[in-house]
Nanobody, 123 residues
Framework: QVQLTESGGGLVQDGGSLRLSCAIS???????LAWFRQAPGKEREFVAG?????????GYADSVKGRSTISRDNTKNTVYLQMNSLKPEDTAVYYC????????????????WGQGTQVTVSS
């Protein structure tokens, strides 16, 4: 059983930065990892993904491109999301997820999910 635990969320001012972490139990080297978010009343949406198997190819939603960086440390079984220049519209619960293959998907077709961490950006 794979378990994911997010941390690093919180309250930050407009223009601020946060680094989210997701510790994963179990081996996920060959699997893609991703971050999604869900704001109240909205569907869960893709934020960033990183491929598995050592290639570490990355992809981002247009809404966060240029402001966010996803990375993974396979020795620590951890995936990170560095978010800069945060905006009030980034406010959401952020979830990390383990993919079904090496390739990350932009739809929520993932095998395992964390419980989420709240990010609130004040204006």
């Amino acid at each position: 059983q794979v378990q994911l635990t997010e941390s690093g969320g919180g309250l930050v001012q407009d223009g601020g930065s946060l680094r989210l972490s997701c510790a994963i139990s179990g081996r996920t080297f060959s699997r893609a990892l991703a971050w999604f978010r869900q704001a109240p009343g909205k569907e869960r949406e893709f934020v960033a993904g990183i491929s598995g198997g050592g290639a570490s190819l990355k992809g981002y939603a247009d809404s966060v491109k240029g402001r966010s960086t996803i990375s993974r440390d396979n020795t620590k079984n951890t995936v990170y999301l560095q978010m800069n220049s945060l905006k009030p519209e980034d406010t959401a619960v952020y979830y990390c997820a383990v993919g079904r293959s090496m390739v990350f998907a932009t739809t929520p077709d993932y095998d395992y999910w964390g419980q989420g961490t709240q990010v609130t950006v004040s204006s």
